[in-house]
């Protein structure tokens, strides 16, 4: 699962100090067309650039005309670690960090450092329509989006330029917006959608024994913890914390709340996190970033 693939970047070359990354950017990567946007290029470093400054530089227009968080970036510190992102060519990109950051490759192929087109983005910004950004996207990905009905549905089109066709496999994606996980399990058996996620613990033993469902499940990457106020006595007091910790029921919960479905944990860090614990070596390494849906 944590295996890296080539996507946007074919391969990418990290500086020994773990401070300086360079992406080598696919050619021939188009962007989306849409009825509110014709790309005039293909993809290049030049949206790799943009997209990133938009997330970490606050004077940014963007940022200006319609504000934002960028809640992932800032959690991994990188609004406040990329020290810059540099073009060196049309389809080179140069991270610098201020600190080392051994993970850094794997945690930007995650869908929060999703590519934009920066010509759009020009556009939007000609037109005086720069909040439009965030309602008419357009990427590189798989499927091209169409229209938003508020807490209803998001509707994509395949897209017939994207650059790993084989694996579009359907030619329309729909989500159905629908917060209530019974009436998620009832659409789902009823036929009404065919994948639905997030299903209440009670309703997967059900699920299971349906012949016409099937349940995939596998090691999570979460920790359910209780977090006490230590500024606040008695809980300043750790032997008081100690207390409410052996006097909690940790199996009655599991068998309770979440069917069985979760062991109890003995650490911050879940069995299934990679965690670094080494340095980084001093041989020069090219992997491929895993790739990303847009």
Same mark, same amino acid.
């Given at each position: 699962?944590?295996?890296?693939?080539?996507?946007? !970047?074919?391969?990418?070359?990290?500086?020994?100090? !773990?401070k300086?990354?360079? $992406?080598?950017?696919?050619?021939?990567?188009?962007?989306?067309?849409?009825?509110?946007f014709?790309?005039?290029?293909?993809?290049?470093?030049?949206?790799?650039?943009?997209?990133?400054?938009?997330?970490?530089?606050?004077?940014?227009?963007?940022?200006?005309?319609?504000?934002?968080?960028?809640?992932?970036?800032?959690?991994?510190?990188?609004?406040?670690?990329? %020290?810059?992102?540099?073009?060196?060519? #049309?389809?080179?990109?140069?991270?610098?960090?201020?600190t080392?950051?051994?993970?850094f490759?794997?945690?930007?192929?995650?869908?929060? %450092?999703?590519?934009?087109? %920066?010509?759009?983005?020009?556009?939007?910004?000609?037109?005086?329509?720069?909040?439009?950004?965030?309602?008419?996207?357009v990427?590189?990905?798989?499927?091209?989006?169409r229209n938003?009905q508020? #807490?209803?549905?998001?509707?994509?089109?395949?897209?017939p330029?994207?650059?790993?066709?084989?694996?579009v496999?359907?030619?329309?994606?729909?989500?159905?917006?629908?917060?209530?996980?019974?009436?998620?399990?009832?659409?789902?058996?009823?036929?009404?959608?065919?994948?639905?996620?997030?299903?209440?613990?009670?309703?997967?033993?059900?699920?299971?024994?349906?012949?016409?469902?099937?349940?995939?499940?596998?090691?999570? $990457?979460?920790? !359910?913890?209780?977090?006490?106020?230590?500024?606040?006595?008695?809980?300043?007091?750790?032997?008081?914390?100690?207390?409410?910790?052996?006097?909690?029921?940790?199996? %009655?919960?599991?068998?309770?709340?979440?069917?069985?479905?979760?062991?109890?944990?003995?650490?911050?860090?879940?069995?299934?996190?990679?965690?670094?614990?080494?340095?980084?070596?001093?041989?020069?390494?090219?992997?491929?970033?895993?790739?990303?849906?847009?």
């Amino acid at each position: 699962m944590l295996d890296l693939t080539p996507g946007l !970047a074919e391969k990418w070359d990290e500086a020994p100090d !773990a401070k300086t990354f360079t $992406f080598h950017l696919r050619r021939g990567v188009k962007f989306q067309s849409t009825p509110y946007f014709k790309p005039s290029r293909d993809f290049n470093a030049d949206d790799v650039v943009f997209m990133f400054k938009r997330m970490i530089d606050p004077n940014e227009p963007f940022q200006k005309a319609h504000p934002v968080s960028f809640p992932y970036l800032t959690d991994l510190g990188y609004d406040k670690n990329i %020290a810059s992102v540099e073009k060196v060519d #049309d389809y080179t990109v140069r991270f610098t960090l201020k600190t080392p950051d051994v993970v850094f490759v794997r945690n930007i192929a995650m869908e929060f %450092a999703s590519i934009v087109s %920066a010509e759009c983005a020009a556009q939007l910004l000609k037109e005086g329509k720069p909040e439009d950004i965030n309602q008419k996207p357009v990427g590189t990905g798989a499927f091209v989006f169409r229209n938003y009905q508020k #807490d209803s549905t998001v509707r994509y089109d395949a897209n017939p330029a994207y650059w790993n066709r084989e694996d579009v496999h359907i030619d329309k994606l729909v989500f159905s917006i629908t917060p209530d996980a019974a009436v998620r399990e009832q659409k789902l058996e009823n036929g009404e959608c065919q994948i639905t996620s997030f299903a209440r613990p009670v309703d997967i033993a059900a699920a299971k024994k349906n012949p016409k469902l099937t349940v995939l499940s596998g090691v999570g $990457f979460n920790v !359910a913890y209780v977090g006490y106020n230590t500024t606040h006595k008695p809980l300043d007091n750790v032997l008081v914390r100690r207390t409410l910790d052996m006097a909690i029921d940790k199996q %009655a919960i599991i068998k309770s709340v979440y069917e069985g479905a979760v062991t109890v944990a003995t650490n911050p860090m879940p069995p299934s996190q990679w965690c670094p614990i080494t340095r980084p070596s001093k041989t020069r390494r090219t992997i491929p970033p895993r790739r990303a849906i847009c």
